[in-house]
């Protein structure tokens, strides 16, 4: 059974840094493309960042230059490094699963087999 858990959430102010976890059990996060997703209030979910088994990495354009994701292999976890935070950024983060070695678009969130359940990042201008 695959489970995605998230952590690392929490508030800070615009311009401030927060560093997301997603810890796999059942699923080895180096073989397939994992992702980062969002939810704000009353918005649809969007894609933030990905990266496909061979460390290729997208990201949205709106993140593009202050989020970074990468991976530990030994951990068997995934991270979204958040920088120069601002109050747009303010959504819940979910951390998704692919059995698919390469990432479809962002756009494409029906590509993912597994999601976790969540970190809520609020920023405050």
């Known amino acids: 059974q695959v489970q995605l858990v998230e952590s690392g959430g929490g508030s800070v102010q615009a311009g401030g840094s927060l560093r997301l976890s997603c810890a796999a059990a059942g699923y080895t996060t180096r073989d397939d493309c994992m992702a980062w997703f969002r939810q704000a209030p009353g918005k649809e979910r969007e894609g933030v960042a990905n990266?496909?088994?061979?460390?290729?990495?997208t990201y949205a354009g709106s993140v593009k230059g202050r989020f970074t994701i990468s991976h530990d292999n030994a951990k068997n976890t995934l991270y979204l490094q958040m920088t120069s935070l601002k109050s747009e950024d303010t959504a819940v983060y979910y951390c998704a699963a692919s059995t698919a070695r390469w990432c479809a678009p962002l756009s494409v969130s029906n590509s993912y087999n597994y999601w976790g359940q969540g970190t809520q990042v609020t920023v405050s201008s």
């Open positions: 990266r496909d088994r061979d460390g290729i990495t």
